[in-house]
């Protein structure tokens, strides 16, 4: 299964809202990520888990929270979040953090009114 | 700020014709990578060149590596309508490090 799935497709939220956007993968691979997408732009990077620790968050807004439960899960936890926070979430995971392909999902399409 | 450059930003060709798109990047790296994305979609892995190869294949892909230019190119040969997507080349400087992005490229091939 060389598949990386997340939960929802779309989701539309008010900014005084709390969702959760999921993502799970099978492979094996112990790194997983957080991208943000926006219109036209290459992906940029949120946050990297690597053995289920946080290794990297690149200055994030604490609006965003990320959670790995295990090496299959990863999940990103949005409360109070801006219109200027609408964009596409990737998920991506490697088998382990830098130097391996990344795996990636379909993205959220996230709409924040 | 994106590591990797492309060129061109943007490119038309017709079915059967070869596509090539350049990458540019500053600093050292462990390896290179390209993605392709259709519109709204994921990114798919298309291939990975590390610091040592200079030229690697995959199917009607050849990608080519210059340290000494800090450069790279994708080659599609005999393009098809459906490889009319966006083109990323990303930069990985290695174990525990981030996987940086350039702006990318824009395929379109007319049928």
């Known amino acids: 299964d060389t598949e990386v799935t997340q939960t929802p497709k779309h989701l539309v939220m008010g900014m005084t809202n709390k969702k959760s956007l999921k993502c799970e993968q099978h492979?094996?691979?112990?790194?997983m990520y957080w991208y943000k997408q926006k219109a036209k732009k290459p992906p940029e990077l949120m946050f990297v888990y690597s053995y289920e620790k946080l290794s990297i968050n690149e200055s994030v807004p604490s609006r965003f929270s990320p959670e790995c439960p295990n090496s299959s899960l990863l999940n990103l936890h949005l409360h109070a979040l801006q219109p200027e926070d609408s964009a596409l979430y990737l998920c991506?995971?490697?088998?382990?953090?830098?130097?391996?392909?990344?795996?990636f999902g379909p993205g959220t399409r996230l709409t924040v009114t | 700020s994106q590591q990797g450059e492309e060129d061109p930003q943007a490119l038309s060709i017709q079915e059967g014709e070869n596509a090539t798109m350049n990458c540019s990047y500053k600093t050292s790296i462990n390896n290179l990578q390209w993605y392709r994305q259709n519109s709204g979609r994921g990114l798919v892995h298309l291939i990975l060149i590390r610091s040592n190869e200079r030229e690697k294949h995959s199917g009607r892909l050849r990608v080519t590596l210059d340290t000494s230019k800090k450069s790279s190119s994708l080659l599609i040969t005999a393009s098809r309508a459906a490889d009319t997507a966006s083109y990323f080349c990303?930069?990985?400087?290695?174990?525990?490090?981030?996987?940086?992005f350039g702006k990318g490229i824009t395929l379109s091939v007319r049928p």
């Open positions: 991506a995971s490697s088998l382990l953090a830098g130097g391996y392909e990344q795996y």
């Open positions: 492979m094996g691979h112990r790194a």
């Open positions: 990303a930069t990985d400087p290695g174990a525990n490090s981030k996987l940086t």
